[in-house]
């Protein structure tokens, strides 16, 4: 592959993440599914690339632009990890809230499925009913 098409793959590449990040911030699911089939596509065409073994060789510059755009498309998925990451941190603070609760309600009900008073112990043995 020439300098130009590699480029050109970073560059939307590139792009694609700075989409989904967009995508992670306002919780838009299918474009988020959207962008990552489109990574997974970008990065099937590098593969085929073969850098290493290419028979083109670049120049000193070529060199550092390309490496200067991986490391934008390095830090911007980082990025987009520290996002994934804290939107599953709130999920899971917002699911152990609600279960919490349902908690909380669950204990008002005695094994009878009664609403109990609040003097009325919830641990029933077979003591506690004979007497």
């Given amino acids: 592959m020439t300098y130009n098409e590699i480029y050109e793959i970073y560059s939307k590449l590139k792009e694609i993440l700075l989409q989904k990040k967009q995508a992670i911030i306002k919780k838009d699911l299918d474009e988020l599914n959207r962008t990552d089939e489109m990574t997974i596509e970008l990065s099937e065409q590098i593969k085929k690339s073969d850098l290493i073994n290419s028979k083109d060789s670049f120049t000193d510059e070529q060199k550092k632009e390309l490496?200067?755009?991986?490391?934008?498309?390095?830090?911007?998925?980082?990025?987009?990890?520290?996002?994934?990451?804290?939107?599953?941190?709130?999920?899971?603070?917002?699911?152990?809230?609600?279960?919490?609760?349902?908690?909380?309600?669950?204990?008002?009900?005695?094994?009878?499925?009664?609403?109990?008073?609040?003097?009325?112990?919830?641990?029933?043995?077979?003591?506690?009913?004979?007497?």
């Fill in 67 to 131: 490496k200067a755009l991986g490391q934008e498309i390095k830090v911007i998925q980082e990025n987009n990890e520290i996002l994934i990451k804290h939107s599953l941190n709130v999920i899971n603070n917002i699911l152990s809230g609600i279960l919490n609760i349902a908690q909380q309600e669950n204990s008002s009900y005695n094994s009878k499925g009664e609403g109990c008073q609040n003097s009325e112990s919830l641990d029933i043995s077979s003591i506690t009913e004979e007497a």
